[in-house]
């Protein structure tokens, strides 16, 4: 019963550095979610892909990319780490349905120094 | 636009008082969907409860209650007696029909004293 997993769970980056986030789900959900939880200001939508192939910007995508390559995996990139990008990373996935809802990784946090 | 407002930041109360957490909404459209998560110190987020813009009637669960007014655009969740464990962090979040984002409000702090 795997569900959301996200890889890694912690990583400090050096500021101008790059790396990618790993989400993985195991229920094949065509949705797929990253938002960023920052005190104060809940989660916030970075990125989503609706379906294999398809991504789709979010509220805050601005230093962010990201891939669905395969319908179970969603990578999100941060090409040139700032500090202004240290934070708790969420992915999540959920069905189709508008009346469904997601199911989340455990988060992965981020420190950019 | 959709917006979700959980205007309380933080709530700390005693065990066994009884404590409502405070949702707020904001679409145009008539069809959506509202959902509540628990944020428990671990950190991973929990779903508890999700409901559609046609479905007004109050739903409870043990000592969780949610109270739905479409005419307030509400969505208020309350614990009843509440414990310690129920210390964490709670999201209100809102989905449109034709959308694919599902929207949080900032989050309630919810702090049980024993």
């Known amino acids: 019963n795997a569900g959301v997993t996200q890889t890694p769970k912690f990583r400090v980056l050096k500021t101008g550095q790059s790396m990618t986030l790993l989400c993985a789900q195991d229920?094949?959900?065509?949705?797929m979610y990253w938002y960023r939880q920052d005190p104060g200001m809940g989660l916030r939508l970075i990125h989503y892909?609706?379906?294999?192939?398809?991504?789709a910007k979010g509220e805050v995508p601005d230093g962010y990319n990201v891939s669905r390559l395969k319908k179970q995996n969603f990578l999100l990139g941060l090409e040139s780490a700032a500090p202004s990008q240290t934070s708790v990373y969420f992915c999540?996935?959920?069905?189709?349905?508008?009346?469904?809802?997601?199911?989340f990784g455990q988060g992965t946090r981020l420190t950019v120094v | 636009a959709q917006k979700v407002t959980q205007a309380q930041t933080e709530i700390s109360v005693v065990e066994k008082e009884d404590v409502t957490l405070d949702c707020v909404y904001e679409?145009?459209?008539?069809?959506?969907?509202l959902f509540w998560y628990k944020q428990p110190p671990s950190g991973e987020l929990v779903f508890l409860i999700r409901?559609?813009?046609?479905?007004?009637q109050n739903e409870i669960s043990g000592r969780y209650s949610w109270n739905f007014q479409k005419s307030t655009s509400s969505f208020n969740f309350t614990i009843t007696a509440s414990q310690v464990v129920d210390s964490a962090v709670y999201f209100c979040?809102?989905?449109?029909?034709?959308?694919?984002?599902?929207?949080f409000g900032a989050g309630t702090i919810l702090r049980v004293k024993s």
């Open positions: 979040a809102l989905r449109m029909e034709y959308g694919n984002k599902l929207v």
């Open positions: 679409t145009r459209d008539t069809t959506y969907y």
């Open positions: 229920m094949n959900h065509e949705y």
């Open positions: 409901r559609n813009s046609f479905d007004e």
């Open positions: 892909s609706v379906g294999e192939g398809t991504t």
């Open positions: 999540a996935s959920s069905y189709s349905g508008q009346n469904t809802e997601a199911f």
